[in-house]
């Protein structure tokens, strides 16, 4: 297939309810998309300005600092201590590496990619462009015989679902079997909340517990978006196998796929620095806190969200059905369907409006408690 044979953007479907939810009397509440609304921390920000005297054409690999920052970065918070900086690369954002991983990897006509069965879905986007066959499938032993790659989310998004370390060991056993390359978007790893994972560190595909002792065929894709509030400077990396590692940059040297220069300064002193981390995560807590008990309140059922940006939720019937009925309280969510053909009675909502507004929209499905 082509770019032009690609569904219209499934967003737009949505702007009838936007609509609708603008017009309640005391503005809109919009937690249908997970764009970070804090400021940018000053640090970083700071770090930016220092860089902008960015004349020559920035590394495709990466600064040293930076490099070695990533490095440090997985050894610090996610268990990972023997990486080098021939194992990390840094992306221009998550989501482009996501599109393109099928391509970089020369996957077309016959090859299947896994991902999960409730997805963000750029997994099928990135499959479908080359011609692979995109293939729904969260049980390692459904993974069919000419997998190529697989993706799985953790935590997820949308549902925050989050794969144990004996889960991750019993998938990379099974891509090895399969000779898949296995890749594991985590960028919601530091926002964990409920039983294991309010108390314990969400662990990576690169974690020794799960790799056997070999990183082959491994990937982890992090983005600074969430956690440093980080979407518009597009801060992202890929860790692992060192030999894909190595393929990457080399098909992104020719491609032109090079972070500008201020931004990689930037990512190296946020990797530094985790109080910001902290603080942005704590300001997610106390939006959580206000949002969930006034869904459940008003008779939403919270499956999942156990970790990650977003609750979802449903009311047993159909998605657009609970879209509805929370625009006309002015509240916009994002529609399950946008995640697959297993969500059809669930909706999305993010933690990423301003605390006041979450506030606001706590007060309305109080008001209307069931």
Request: proline share 8%; net charge negative; with cysteine.
């Amino acid at each position: 297939m082509s770019v032009r044979d690609l569904a219209d953007y499934p967003w737009d479907a949505v702007f009838p309810y936007r609509q609708r939810a603008a017009r309640h009397p005391e503005g809109i509440v919009d937690l249908s998309v997970g764009s970070p609304v804090d400021p940018t921390p000053e640090l970083i920000r700071r770090a930016l300005s220092e860089a902008t005297d960015a004349h020559a054409y920035p590394q495709t690999v990466g600064t040293p600092a930076l490099r070695e920052a990533i490095v440090a970065w997985y050894a610090r918070r996610r268990g990972v201590a023997d990486l080098t900086v021939d194992n990390v690369l840094p992306t221009i954002g998550s989501k482009e590496l996501v599109a393109l991983l099928p391509t970089l990897l020369g996957l077309g006509e016959g090859d299947i990619v896994v991902h999960p069965r409730i997805a963000y879905p750029t997994y099928e986007v990135g499959a479908r462009v080359v011609g692979a066959t995109p293939l729904p499938a969260d049980d390692p032993a459904e993974w069919p015989e000419g997998t190529k790659l697989i993706w799985i989310n953790t935590p997820g998004n949308p549902d925050g679902r989050t794969w144990t370390v004996e889960e991750l060991a019993a998938a990379v056993v099974r891509a090895r079997e399969l000779g898949a390359v296995l890749a594991s978007d985590e960028c919601y790893a530091e926002l964990g909340w409920d039983g294991r994972w309010a108390t314990e560190p969400i662990p990576s595909i690169l974690d020794p517990r799960v790799t056997g002792g070999s990183r082959a065929n491994l990937l982890s894709v992090y983005s600074l978006s969430k956690q440093s509030n980080l979407a518009g400077y597009r801060a992202a990396f890929v860790a692992g196998c060192a030999r894909i590692v190595g393929e990457l940059l080399t098909a992104r040297k020719h491609l032109g796929l090079m972070p500008p220069e201020p931004v990689q300064h930037a990512m190296a002193v946020a990797l530094g620095d985790d109080e910001h981390v902290a603080a942005q995560k704590e300001l997610y807590r106390a939006r959580r806190e206000m949002l969930r008990p006034a869904l459940e309140a008003a008779g939403f059922r919270i499956h999942g969200s156990e970790a990650g940006l977003y609750l979802w939720a449903t009311e047993g019937q159909d998605a657009w059905a609970s879209i509805e009925r929370l625009a006309d309280l002015g509240i916009l969510a994002g529609p399950g369907p946008f995640y697959g053909d297993f969500s059809t009675q669930h909706v999305r909502l993010a933690l990423t409006a301003p605390s006041e507004r979450i506030a606001e929209g706590a007060r309305r499905l109080l008001d209307q408690a069931v």
